[in-house]
């Protein structure tokens, strides 16, 4: 929850500047639902793309201060974030509801971004497996057939809450296990070759200080970036820490 319009504005003109004909990455900007339009009016004919920060499971009703899918295709998203330790911390989200985001964002053919991971004092407890297992196995429970087949397209990222906002970072290899982990259980619920296609980001304090060390890893395919994205000189430095 961070920009108004004008500084929204003013930042992913920046990005484009920076970043825009950028080829050797993939880069997605979820800016709030308020400069969603703005945002894609600026990135299109870039090569940078649009996601939003979260959305209803029903198509359209009665239900309040929601958003749709349909909605959210309008103004030109392509991905949408589901499930973010935040949404799951302080607005009720729960494995179920998770579960029937993804099977609304993959039938109206936007990308989900599913986020797990776990409390400090779930880790502390040695539980951080027994957690995301179950995030995994309830979030994505009876995608159906033809939602399956759209499997690739769903993006898991692992944000440690404890990593988040706190200046702390997982190290490369705790990072690692975890995302080997994730891997694991994707093939148990999807199969290998689905499972290996499936992209696996990190998020807790993403830097430019950090993230080729984690990019490294061999089941690290990306990085969900918080805090550091809102200055467009660090994002970009994060975007192109191969060069």
């Not at 894609?40 to 996601?51: A, M, Y």
């Not at 980001?201 to 395919?221: A, T």
Request: charged share 25%; proline share 3%; net charge negative.
């Amino acid at each position: 929850m961070h920009k108004a319009r004008e500084d929204a504005v003013a930042l992913v003109e920046s990005l484009v500047k920076y970043i825009g004909n950028y080829e050797n990455a993939d880069m997605v900007l979820c800016p709030p639902f308020t400069n969603l339009d703005a945002a894609h009016n600026i990135v299109v004919g870039s090569n940078i793309e649009l996601g939003a920060q979260n959305m209803y499971f029903e198509l359209q009703g009665a239900y309040t201060g929601e958003i749709s899918a349909e909605m959210l295709k309008s103004v030109g998203c392509e991905y949408v974030i589901i499930g973010h330790s935040e949404r799951r911390q302080y607005f009720g989200e729960i494995n179920e509801t998770v579960n029937k985001k993804i099977k609304v964002a993959l039938e109206n053919y936007l990308i989900p971004i599913m986020c797990v991971g776990e409390k400090l004092e779930e880790r502390e407890q040695n539980s951080t497996f027994d957690v995301i297992a179950q995030q995994l196995s309830e979030g994505l429970v009876d995608l159906g057939a033809e939602v399956v087949e759209q499997s690739k397209e769903i993006i898991i990222a692992y944000e440690p809450i404890w990593a988040i906002g706190t200046g702390k970072v997982a190290t490369p290899e705790q990072a690692q296990e975890v995302h080997a982990f994730i891997r694991t259980k994707l093939t148990e619920i999807f199969g290998e070759k689905r499972a290996q296609e499936i992209r696996l980001q990190y998020g807790g304090s993403v830097k430019p200080e950090n993230v080729k060390e984690l990019m490294e890893q061999p089941d690290i395919d990306g990085a969900l970036v918080g805090g550091a994205a809102l200055k467009a000189d660090s994002f970009a430095k994060i975007v192109k820490y191969q060069d």
